[in-house]
């Protein structure tokens, strides 16, 4: 007998793995944001560049660096996606309300990645300077969030379609 139906699965969910604050400011969110900019499983080292880069924040901005690296982190988060569904042979880019974790998931990559392509000496000023960009509202991280956001606007007539 074959199942049809989509929603049912074969396995149970898999647990969410608890996530431990980090050691300087207590604080979850850097420990997560921290793991998007580990690579290779050398945490102590991400560690250090997100804290280099937070101090950098401070020293220019004059403001505390944790609020405003939540700030930009909170101006580069999408609230709404478009997803690709083919409906008759052709295929409509559906948009669609992104949920709370895979909001901040998807803000916190595109601040890594974007921040990784800048040219600047270290990747701590990378992300210094990314994460101050983002807080004014400017560089590449802000700039795809309005993107997604004007593509999910100019496609709202296809909502209907939703999944």
Partial sequence: MRL????TMRKSKPKKRPILPDPRFNDTLVT?????V????????????FYEA?????????????EVFKKALANVTPS????SRRIGGATFQIP??????RKSSIGMKSLVNYARRRHEK???QKLASEIMAAYKEEGA???????THRMAEANKAFSHFRF
Avoid: H, Q
């Fill in 122 to 124: 270290s990747f701590g």
């Fill in 141 to 147: 991280a802000y700039k795809r969030k309005e993107d």
């Fill in 32 to 36: 997560k944001f921290v793991n998007n």
């Fill in 96 to 101: 669609s309300e992104i949920r709370p974790g």
């Fill in 54 to 66: 937070i101090d950098t924040v401070s020293e220019k901005t004059k403001e505390d660096g944790l």
């Fill in 38 to 49: 580990m690579m290779a499983g050398k945490k102590n080292i991400a560690y250090e560049v």
């Fill in 80 to 83: 709404v996606e478009v997803r």
């Fill in 4 to 7: 049809n139906n989509k929603k």
